[in-house]
């Protein structure tokens, strides 16, 4: 949460408070210390997060913690803050990129923690999953499809002499893409887990798909009987394993 929240402020920090970056789109080198620190701060965070989720999926296969697709996206967007670092290309795009996504995870950390700690304030819960909701969608899918629109179109006015800044460059736009369509990617994840279900009752009403048969009656399971409960004045016979059910005088 704090990697989250001051990577986020001091991102929209830079953009704000540099007319240069945000009029001229630079896809050049192009240095802003703050969007420098941010960037410096969050390759830290994610060298130690890297090397801790790849342990707990990899190794101690704790899938509970974490998914194979959170730690794919760590390591994408660790190798973005690496090449802004080195070449300092593509400033807008990244710094924008990278605040919309950081920004969204203010109300992800919360939902997690409260599902963690099983919460029972549910209005809480669902005031903060409305925000995450509407900030997933309007920074992720929103504000990220404008800003590679712009990308893009620029990417394909984009002139240079060196071929390592035309590397980094395409580097970046690869990374921009794999990010978003990795947001587009939850989206369908999310909805298909929520709706599926609702899908298969109103089709199975509609008798469009057979429902299933009871799985006890299919795999021969006999129905579990009850034992017999003694009544008053009667004794109990017990039959025994070793021994035939019909006794002989002396052993009655």
Request: overall charge positive; proline content about 5%; hydrophobic content about 50%.
């Amino acid at each position: 949460m704090v990697h989250a929240v001051g990577v986020t402020v001091l991102l929209v920090a830079a953009i704000f408070s540099d007319p240069a970056l945000r009029g001229n789109r630079p896809l050049h080198t192009y240095h802003n210390l703050v969007g420098y620190v941010a960037l410096c701060f969050s390759l830290g965070y994610f060298s130690f997060v890297i090397p801790w989720t790849y342990h707990l999926y990899f190794c101690k296969g704790e899938r509970h913690a974490t998914n194979l697709p959170l730690v794919i996206h760590h390591g994408v967007v660790w190798f973005g803050s690496l090449t802004y670092i080195i070449g300092r290309t593509c400033s807008l795009y990244g710094a924008v990129a990278f605040a919309c996504m950081e920004f969204t995870n203010w109300f992800f950390i919360i939902h997690v923690n409260l599902q963690m700690l099983r919460s029972k304030r549910r209005i809480l819960r669902q005031v903060n999953y409305v925000l995450l909701v509407l900030a997933f969608a309007v920074c992720r899918l929103g504000i990220c499809t404008w800003m590679g629109v712009l990308f893009f179109q620029d990417l394909l006015q984009f002139e240079s002499d060196a071929p390592f800044e035309w590397a980094l460059i395409i580097i970046q736009a690869m990374i921009f893409a794999f990010v978003w369509l990795l947001s587009w990617f939850f989206v369908y994840t999310e909805l298909k887990t929520m709706l599926q279900p609702l899908i298969k009752q109103k089709l199975t009403q509609w008798g469009m798909v057979s429902p299933k048969p009871d799985q006890s009656k299919a795999k021969g399971v006999k129905p579990s009987v009850q034992p017999r409960t003694r009544q008053p004045g009667k004794p109990v016979a017990v039959a025994s394993a070793s021994k035939p059910a019909t006794q002989s005088a002396e052993n009655v």
